[in-house]
């Protein structure tokens, strides 16, 4: 399995968390990572607002949610460039017309 950077390792956990509190042991079971690594991201997430901790249970803030769709948007637009390589080198082709006509 390929090493995840790091924003693929917040959004794994983000995506946890999109439908219920959760601990830890869930968390770092649905994001496929060991507890130590889970633990320290979910440090980092809720020093950056993304996350929020109540009862030893993590959820989403309002800036975890958004930051959630963003991610869920970039990677519907980066499928669209990975799955129609055709679709991409038409606009290209198109693109490169408009210009030389200027």
């Known amino acids: ?3 995840r950077s790091k924003l ?3 959004r ?3 995506e946890s968390l999109s439908e219920r509190r959760k601990v830890t042991t869930r968390i770092s ?3 496929h990572l060991n ?6 991201s979910i440090e980092k997430m809720k ?10 249970e993590y959820y989403l803030t309002g800036n975890g949610k958004k930051t959630l769709q963003i991610f869920r948007e ?4 980066m499928g669209e460039l990975i799955y129609k390589p055709e679709q991409v080198q038409e606009d290209l ?9 200027r």
């Open 1 to 3: 399995m390929a090493r």
């Open 74 to 77: 970039l990677e519907g637009m």
């Open 12 to 14: 794994d956990i983000l």
């Open 93 to 101: 082709e198109e693109d490169s017309n408009q210009d030389d006509e």
């Open 8 to 10: 693929e390792i917040y």
């Open 47 to 56: 020093g950056e607002g993304l996350l929020g901790e109540d009862d030893g």
């Open 29 to 31: 079971d649905d994001a």
């Open 35 to 40: 507890f130590q690594r889970c633990r320290e």
